[in-house]
């Protein structure tokens, strides 16, 4: 399997569902990026470093997804609009493990 299904809520509440690849070690943010689900200039300021909380995203289904990092947990203990479910979409590889993840994208903290 090569492409994974994920479901993004875009900031306006529009639904898109999605094809990302397996195969090109890409995150969570690169996907958002590469559909152009987020305004250009809105999404992945700091080019995926986890040292910005632009790409923060609401995970809304129920995947097991790699533990947070020291930087990742800081980033988001000052982050806006922080949830319980929140993660930063650039510290989440794309695997086969990910079919039919849904998650939402956090509103802009600008």
């Known amino acids: 399997m090569s492409d994974v299904k994920i479901t993004i809520i875009d900031r306006k509440g529009v639904s898109h569902e999605v094809d990302a690849p397996t195969d090109m070690a890409m995150n969570l943010m690169e996907v958002v990026r590469s559909y152009e689900l987020a305004e ?17 995203c609401y995970v809304q289904s129920d995947h097991q997804l790699p533990e947070m990092g020291i930087d990742e947990d800081m980033m988001l203990a000052e982050a806006f609009y922080v949830q319980d479910n929140s993660r930063l979409s650039c510290q989440i590889p794309i695997t086969e493990d990910l079919e039919g993840l849904q998650v939402a994208l956090a509103p802009e903290s600008g």
């Open 40 to 56: 250009e200039g809105t999404i992945g300021i700091c080019g995926g470093m986890a040292m910005c909380a632009s790409c923060q």
